[in-house]
């Protein structure tokens, strides 16, 4: 056979492969049409988010609330007995918030109450506050043009909103949350005592949005005050800074820093029948900050993790990979869980595969957001039509995840779960992420649908062989 021919066949056999009916079949249809069936009519994820957010509510990283929130999620991985669970110790940041921040506006003797929260991270305001005239920049990138003489004395604020026509939300807030994490670091050099910044958020509203922020390695006696102000507030205060450019701002806050704590990484395993020792791991960060108690961000992708498990389980599906739940700890302000995790594997030499993140909220699943070569997206595509009865149509390449990007290799395929982000930044990281926000129905899809993609995974992998490589080439 000439090397023409050879090619030809090859060609022939990879199309098999990678069509949809070589790499499906009936069985797939129902078994995922179980498994949503099951999460839908007997889900846990709902019952599991009630008692993260209602009975211990918001988790920020080294608070009693996150030491209650491993322990609970720990006993209920152990109820379904699963092969293996375990907590894997990570030492975190312990910051506290302190006090209600306070915070108005003063222009020609008048006072006006002002909704602000401190940024996590902050350092706090000298015990009576932070009163100084205001300058209005529109990005931490305008400082340098203004100098030291217009900025020094005085607290920065900076107004800058999410693009409203970027119909993914996510990209909006990729573009502006650089303010909020260097903003201060940036507003110190030049002699500003405090920074204020406009809340990441996508509406209208009186909720500030808290969020982690950075001194880089700015000396502690240079480290100044940094609050985020609702988006009502932030209006507010430039049209007031338009009317008078001498008002003053007050804003005080209690904020403190410890020393680390150790905290845990909660894991669970179902040992795989044929490949035990091959990987597919599926997590949410079990921290939350602590303005509102985290339903959204990321108490959903947690409780859709745990089921995911489950929902094998109740479904008699017996994986040939090991496939574990992470629960990570510290996502919020250092991600200290996932490179734990990272760290472990790859000392331990264990084999990942594939890693699948829920971070993006509760809402209606519209699809997945895949990290890997070309030959796997292609192979994992031939499973798009399995997922289209259920109006889950976005697979593309893209950003998987925070927590599992420490694992990311050439041989790991890595995914995040993607929900309509419409609403997302309505509650994130505000005081309105809470449980009522999160609609029962709309977090069983997403369970379901992770499982699914889980499923798929570990009855066809996800390798190319080097075969098929050749072919490429």
């Known amino acids: 056979m000439n090397k023409l021919k050879q090619k030809f066949l090859k060609l022939i056999v990879l199309g098999l492969l990678l069509s949809p009916l070589g790499a499906t079949s009936q069985t797939d249809e129902g078994a995922l049409k179980n498994i949503y069936k099951t999460s839908l009519t007997n889900g846990m994820s709902y019952l599991w988010l009630d008692y993260l957010s209602n009975t211990i509510g918001g988790r920020l990283s080294g608070s009693t609330n996150a030491e209650l929130a491993v322990q609970y999620t720990k006993r209920e991985l152990e109820k379904l007995g699963l092969d293996k669970v375990w907590l894997q110790p990570v030492m975190v940041p312990k910051w506290e918030r ?51 003489d217009k900025i020094k004395g005085k607290i920065v604020f900076i107004n800058r909103a999410l693009q409203p026509d970027l119909i993914n939300t996510f990209e909006a807030y990729g573009g502006c949350s650089s303010e909020r994490y260097r903003g201060a670091a940036e507003a110190s050099k030049y002699g500003a005592v405090g920074t204020i910044v406009r809340s990441l958020s996508s509406r209208q509203d009186d ?11 700015l000396p502690a006696e240079k480290r100044i005050p940094s609050a ?9 205060l430039s049209e007031a800074l338009k009317k008078d450019k001498d008002l003053e701002f007050f804003f005080e806050m209690s904020c403190q820093q410890f020393d680390d704590v150790q905290s845990y990484n909660v894991i669970g395993e179902i040992t795989g029948s044929e490949f035990p020792n091959e990987y597919i791991i599926v997590g949410g960060h079990l921290d939350s900050w602590d303005l509102g108690d985290g339903a959204h961000d990321d108490g959903a992708g947690v409780v859709q993790s745990m089921d995911v498990l489950r929902l094998l389980i109740e479904n008699g599906i017996k994986p040939k990979r090991s496939i574990r739940v992470v629960l990570f700890m510290n996502e919020e302000n250092g991600l200290r869980g996932g490179r734990k995790y990272a760290e472990i594997a790859k000392e331990k030499g264990e084999k990942h595969i594939f890693a699948l993140e829920s971070d993006a909220g509760g809402f209606t699943p519209r699809g997945f957001s895949f990290d890997g070569s070309d030959l796997m997206l ?70 379901a649908t992770m499982t699914a993609l889980v499923y798929l995974v570990d009855k066809y992998g ?8 050749d072919i490429k080439d």
């Open 462 to 469: 996800v390798e190319i062989s080097l075969e098929m490589k």
């Open 378 to 447: 292609k192979k994992i595509d031939t499973w798009r039509p399995l997922f289209k009865p259920y109006l889950i149509h976005f697979f593309e390449k893209g950003y998987s995840g925070a927590d599992i990007g420490p694992l990311k290799n050439d041989d790991i395929l890595l995914a995040g779960l993607r929900p309509d982000s419409q609403r997302y930044f309505d509650h994130h990281h505000a005081a309105n992420d809470t449980f009522e926000h999160v609609n029962k129905r709309e977090l069983e899809l997403g369970a």
């Open 228 to 236: 985020a102000i609702s988006t009502n507030d932030a209006v507010k």
């Open 98 to 148: 302190g006090e209600k921040e306070m915070a108005y506006i003063s222009t020609n003797g008048e006072l006006d109450k002002v909704n602000i929260c401190a940024l996590g991270g902050s350092v706090a305001t000298p015990e009576n506050g932070v009163k100084a005239k205001v300058i209005e920049v529109g990005s931490h990138k305008d400082l340098e043009s203004l100098g030291e």
């Open 207 to 217: 909720y500030p949005h808290t969020g982690s922020m950075s001194y880089g390695d």
